[in-house]
């Protein structure tokens, strides 16, 4: 059975500082990767995916995520974090091969960002 | 802007009571749209996939009389909490693939539905 782990409920940046929040997945072939962002009673925005091509892929607001096969990463980065990125991240991920009901959402993880 | 519009955004009833909630995608036909439902600081958790045109395809421990869902057109799908009690409270969020020519396409959401049962 596919599975994603986001090993931290809860990641604090300071504004201006580089972030990184993790993500693993594990699946049966080819992986689909993506990056949710999710705000306070809103639902999810996307902000990247990976399918094939460049292991970094870069997204929405400045986000980037890295795809490591040999580590079965895709942990979601920004270079400057802003008070606003402060929100909920879910990473998810499908096979390659299969439908979207197959996708499966890590358990998220709360980007806290202070000024 | 969105593409996929939900409503309501917040609806509270009466227990016993049904309510209807409605996902429609607002420039391209989605023959199928999922139904999720997120509890408080957890993970979306599929309910259901909705099919134009035929019956809805649910997951393991969904109720199907409880949760009904209607995918009537290619831009429309409702979800029906029949008869719902405090336990049903909970933000139910639905989703539609903007694909084309496969299964690749992006997946968007919803702005979510708040529920509370009274």
């Known amino acids: 059975a596919q599975s994603v782990a986001q090993p931290e409920d809860q990641v604090n940046v300071a504004e201006g500082n580089p972030l990184t929040v993790k993500c693993t997945y594990s699946?049966?072939?080819?992986?689909?990767l993506f990056w949710y962002v999710q705000y306070p009673n809103r639902g999810l925005q996307f902000l990247l995916k990976?399918?094939?091509?460049?292991?970094l892929v870069k997204g929405s607001y400045g986000f980037e995520a890295e795809f490591n096969k040999s580590q079965t990463s895709f942990h979601l980065k920004k270079p400057s974090a802003l008070v606003s990125d402060s929100a909920l991240y879910f990473c998810?991920?499908?096979?390659?091969?299969?439908?979207?009901?197959?996708?499966?959402f890590g358990k998220g993880t709360m980007l806290l960002v202070s000024p | 802007g969105a593409v996929v519009s939900q409503h309501p955004s917040r609806v509270i009833c009466k227990s016993g009571t049904s309510v209807k909630i409605e996902c429609r995608s607002l420039?391209?036909?989605?023959?199928?749209m999922f139904w999720y439902r997120q509890f408080p600081k957890q993970s979306l958790m599929l309910m259901a996939t909705?099919?134009?045109?035929?019956?809805?395809?649910?997951e393991q421990g969904v109720e199907k009389d409880k949760f009904l869902i209607n995918h009537a057109s290619l831009t429309l799908s409702t979800l029906t909490v029949t008869s719902a009690h405090p336990e049903d409270s909970s933000f139910y969020i639905c989703?539609?693939?903007?694909?084309?020519?496969?299964?690749?396409?992006?997946?968007?959401f919803g702005e979510g539905s708040r529920l509370t049962v009274l």
């Open positions: 989703s539609a693939p903007r694909t084309s020519g496969g299964n690749t396409g992006e997946l968007f």
């Open positions: 699946v049966s072939g080819n992986p689909y």
């Open positions: 990976y399918i094939t091509g460049d292991n």
């Open positions: 998810a991920v499908r096979a390659l091969n299969s439908g979207y009901s197959t996708l499966t």
């Open positions: 420039d391209f036909q989605a023959t199928t």
């Open positions: 909705s099919n134009e045109g035929s019956k809805a395809t649910y």
